[in-house]
């Protein structure tokens, strides 16, 4: 536990237990979530398996990291999901610039 507190850069262990709870409950919500939304929109599982799978695991990565800092932020933890969230898109090369208006010319 306190490496994982430390790799994270987390005080206390209130704080931890939280995290771990946003983890496990968003994990089962977007599984919840993605197969009435495939559903909604017609790939339902008797469409071919080269197409149902790759479609369900993109959308449940999206549902995923859209819930990621909905949940973290109904528990009181917006900035630490916001951070993981863009190291973790960085890592796959998904990466956000920040728009800054002082140099925009037009």
Not at 16 to 25: D, K, P
Not at 67 to 83: A, C, E, H, R, Y
Not at 89 to 96: A, D, E, K, N, W
Request: aromatic share 12%.
């Amino acid at each position: 536990m306190k490496k994982l507190k430390e790799k994270w850069n987390i005080q206390s262990n209130l704080q931890l237990a939280t995290i771990l709870i946003v983890f496990s409950i968003n994990g089962s919500l977007a599984v919840a979530l993605v197969k009435p939304i495939m559903n909604l929109v017609g790939l339902e599982e008797n469409v071919s398996a080269f197409v149902f799978w790759p479609v369900r695991i993109l959308l449940m990565f999206i549902v995923y990291q859209l819930l990621l800092v909905v949940v973290g932020t109904l528990f009181g933890q917006q900035k630490f999901f916001l951070n993981m969230q863009k190291k973790m898109l960085s890592r796959m090369g998904i990466g956000f610039k920040q728009y800054n208006n002082a140099h925009h010319e037009e």
